[in-house]
């Protein structure tokens, strides 16, 4: 199993402020690598998908970076809306794999 | 309207079993591969089972290989869950959710209760 690492568990911000989070592969998934946002009482929205593309409607603001085992979402700008929890994902075997979650709160 | 609606969830005593099932609408269901993925109150997402369009392929989880069953029926386009010898760690919000590879598609979730 591939096992999935956020860092850091949470992450507080500035509004306008960069935020940068992090995951990490137990092996590579090569870039079959998804972001999701969740934000309180809501399903989980997919952000990136392949480590670097944005899925339909999400803001350019919202960038992702990396392969193998280590990746990267960025978050420029940031805005009181982006409040929620960010997990990573791969899709590269079975089982699928979550990592444990990023806390982006916003001082 | 593009949407999943899960339902079935409820208040179960360990041991007991429960079908939760996710209605499809606004795409073609029969085309999709599927999952169930599974949030614990206040925890993290876990990935549960998967079935291929034709449920010609079937994975699942280890924590519940043997117990749950994940099944479709195109025609209705609906997905099933059927859990058995439920246990209090199941206990959680569980949603289905679209596609193979990353899921661009989720549910609302329907929330499962197991306890004593």
Partial sequence: ETVMTQSPATLSMSPGETATLSCRASQSVDRNLAWYQQK???????????????????????????????????ISGLQSEDIAVYYCQQYNDWPRTFGQGTKVEIQ | QVQLVESGGGLVKPGESLRLSCAASGFTFSDSYMHWIRQSPGKGLE??????????????ADSVKGRFTISRDNAKNSLYLQMNSLRVEDSA???????????PLWGQGTLVTVSS
Wanted: glycine content about 8%.
């Fill in chain 2, 47 to 60: 990935w549960v089972s998967f079935i291929s369009t034709r449920a010609s392929t079937i994975y699942y």
């Fill in chain 1, 40 to 74: 309180p009482g809501q399903a989980p929205r997919l952000l990136i998908y392949g480590a670097s593309t944005r899925a339909t409607d999400i803001p350019a603001r919202f960038s992702g970076s990396g392969s193998g085992t280590e990746f990267t979402l960025s």
């Fill in chain 2, 93 to 103: 919000v569980y949603y289905c959710a679209r596609d193979r590879y990353q899921m």
